[in-house]
């Protein structure tokens, strides 16, 4: 078990029932009762928004089950991005390194002790950037004992990082990004130069683009656990970031459970689980998936009518 547990950050905005189901699986953590909980309710957009926000509001000051609980209310809407940025970067100025989730992601009850104990295995190491609590399913080869791999792209469903490294990001970076370098991030999946160009177009409003990017650029890297601690429930009508099929990023939550962890110094990405990770962003599963999603469009418009 972790001597010392890194604090939670919890993004919520008008989504109660995601938010609900985010807390209770939370809680069920076999290190919830020792870990601090930060929640960063963000302001109603709209005025239609406003109702929602306080009902996730007044369900916020119900919750325990944690070491400490405190709630942040942003007056205005901030919009995810900023809230993230901001919020992360308060806490860090507190503490050495904090685990982020938003309002839509389900975690195993070993969740905590993975990303614990991997703050601490790498704390002293760079070269990693960040811990990812999500996986697509990968399938490792007979001998390969560790529990976690290498990629050199971040995920932002369920993640963990340290002070060290996230007051060094240049948030401005892409702004002046050189093109050959960013054409080259191809490498990451075949939707990341098309997200960048969303980015500078200020067409999309992410802040781990930035932070992808960042850490491409100087080749670091963010450690996955071979089993997912994290399955994003998030594909719902309310979802304001989140694609609203979700079919392909469906995962399977470890069901082992187990609190102890092999983990690696290797960094090389080229490992039989990354490649499959990166596939999973190739120009052929998205590809795949959009068709199937625009079947499914057609059949249920043709059965309904």
């Given amino acids: ?11 919520v905005y008008k989504r109660h029932g995601a938010a609900e189901l985010t807390i209770n699986a939370l809680k ?28 996730v509001r007044n369900y916020l000051s119900t919750i325990a089950g944690f070491k400490s609980v405190t709630i942040k209310k942003a007056e205005k809407n901030k919009g995810l991005a900023t809230s993230i940025v901001e919020g992360v970067t308060e806490v860090l100025k507190i503490f050495p390194s904090c685990i982020v989730l938003e309002d839509d992601l389900l975690t195993s009850e070993n969740f905590l002790n993975y990303m614990n104990s991997s703050l601490q295995y790498y704390s002293d190491n760079k070269k990693v950037f960040s811990i990812s609590g999500f996986t697509f399913p990968v399938e490792a080869p007979g001998n390969y004992s560790y529990d976690g791999y290498f990629n050199p792209r971040g995920c932002s469903w369920g993640w963990a ?37 969303k980015y500078r177009e200020r067409t999309i409003d992410s802040w781990a683009i930035p932070w992808c990017y960042y850490q491409y650029k100087h080749g670091l890297a963010s450690l996955y656990p071979v089993s997912s601690k994290v399955k994003n429930i998030g594909f719902d009508p309310d979802a304001t970031h989140t694609l609203k099929t979700g079919e392909r990023f469906v995962t399977i939550l470890d069901d082992k459970l187990s609190t102890n962890y092999l983990f690696s110094d290797d960094l090389n990405f080229n490992t039989s ?6 596939a999973k962003f190739s120009y052929y599963e998205r590809l795949k998936w959009r068709l199937l999603y625009e079947i499914k469009k057609i059949s249920k418009k043709g059965s309904s009518s």
């Avoid at 953590?29 to 302001?43: C, H, K, R, V, W």
Wanted: charged letters at 25%; glycine letters at 4%; proline letters at 5%.
């Fill in 273 to 278: 689980l990354s490649k499959q990770y990166t």
């Fill in 161 to 197: 990082t340290w002070a060290d490294r996230w007051f060094d990001i240049d948030w401005k970076l892409l702004d002046n990004g050189n093109e050959k370098m960013i054409y080259k991030t191809k490498s990451l999946g075949s939707d990341f130069p098309s997200l960048i160009k």
């Fill in 1 to 11: 078990m972790p001597a010392d547990t890194a604090p939670v950050l919890l993004f």
């Fill in 28 to 55: 069920q953590n076999y290190l919830a009762n020792q870990t601090d909980l930060y929640i960063f309710s963000d302001g109603p957009k709209h005025g239609r928004d406003a109702a929602k926000v306080e009902e």
